[in-house]
């Protein structure tokens, strides 16, 4: 409960204090967080270790202090987003590929947007629902409720929809692509532990295949993308085309090589900037020695696992 009473705390706070002044403040706290979180330290920088494995220990290091700084930037634009006009929000963010989502749109089966934990990706999905896009978000669940809900409300103040993670709403996702609607997911952290081994960097992991299988079963686009944050903390989108979904008539294998087209475009995405993926989990934490042996070869010379069951397919989340 401490940090719901913090949150509402700042939500008051920042009403009066300027964004500049609040933004240095958060750097500050990002870099105590790095340095006395040891925890939170070991995980960005083991995570950092696979993106740039020949990088040295004090690059990775800046990188994994400059990655807590930006998460907790990213918790003050969400209590921010509560005290912003459509007008301030426009002027925060700027949008590139945009007509790939009206184009994919006009096809009448949906629209998946994924991506990772990249940027400011809680306040960037904002500028979507306030342009007048019927969007969803499903958003992992945090305890206790109570800031589970708070946390949802702030990022519910624009029209952006939460679904809970979790096959409760598997009709309301279905119901939502049918009604040509848009889904964000998120693929680079499997918090339900239902993923598929995937390549990823230098060794494969988990990851959730919802989105592929979603689209595979439903027709819906599938639009990989991504968000930066900019130096003035202001926010620049880029969505790329629908990806070339492969379609053999193995569910199986289909999905194992349309997530690995995702888990490459993730790669590029990460590589270009480092410092914005905001994870602070180990990514790379599980020892796949008897799974990479009893599974089937993928590309690269790495080895997957079986697809689960289709009733957890919505298990990715933002």
């Avoid at 939460?162 to 952290?189: C, F, H, P, Q, W």
């Avoid at 087209?261 to 270009?272: D, G, K, S, V």
Wanted: proline fraction near 5%.
């Amino acid at each position: 409960m401490k940090t719901y009473y913090l949150l509402r705390i700042a939500a008051y706070l920042v009403r009066f204090v300027p964004h500049r002044v609040v933004y240095w403040i958060c750097s500050i706290i990002g870099g105590v967080i790095f340095t006395l979180n040891w925890r939170v330290r070991e995980a960005v920088l083991d995570n950092m270790g696979h993106v740039l494995p020949k990088a040295t220990r004090q690059l990775r290091r800046v990188l994994g202090r400059r990655i807590v700084r930006n998460v907790v930037k990213n918790y003050y634009d969400v209590i921010r987003v509560t005290t912003m006009s459509p007008a301030e929000l426009e002027r925060s963010i700027t949008v590139h590929g945009l007509e790939h989502v009206e184009e994919a749109l006009k096809q009448g089966n949906g629209v998946i947007i994924v991506s990772g934990h990249i940027g400011n990706f809680s306040i960037v999905a904002q500028l979507a629902a306030a342009r007048g896009f019927d969007v969803s978000v499903v958003a992992e669940d945090v305890e206790p409720p109570k800031l589970y809900d708070y946390v949802n409300h702030l990022r519910g103040h624009f029209g952006l929809k939460m679904l809970k993670l979790g096959s409760s709403e598997v009709r309301t996702i279905y119901r939502l692509l049918r009604n040509n609607e848009i889904l964000l997911l998120a693929i680079d952290r499997d918090v339900t532990n239902d993923g598929i081994l995937v390549p990823f960097f230098d060794q494969p992991t988990h990851m959730p295949h919802g989105a592929v299988a979603l689209a595979l079963r439903t027709g819906a686009a599938i639009l990989p993308g991504y968000t930066v944050r900019l130096p003035d903390n202001t926010s620049v989108v880029i969505i790329d085309p629908p990806l070339d979904l492969e379609r053999t008539g193995d569910r199986e294998e289909d999905v194992r090589v349309n997530m690995r087209q995702l888990a490459e475009t993730l790669e590029r995405y990460i590589i270009e900037a480092p410092d914005q993926w905001v994870v602070l989990q180990k990514i790379w934490d599980k020892d796949y020695t008897e799974e990479k042996a009893a599974g089937a070869t993928g590309q690269n010379g790495h080895n997957v696992e079986a697809v689960p069951s289709e009733q957890k397919e919505p298990a990715s989340t933002f």
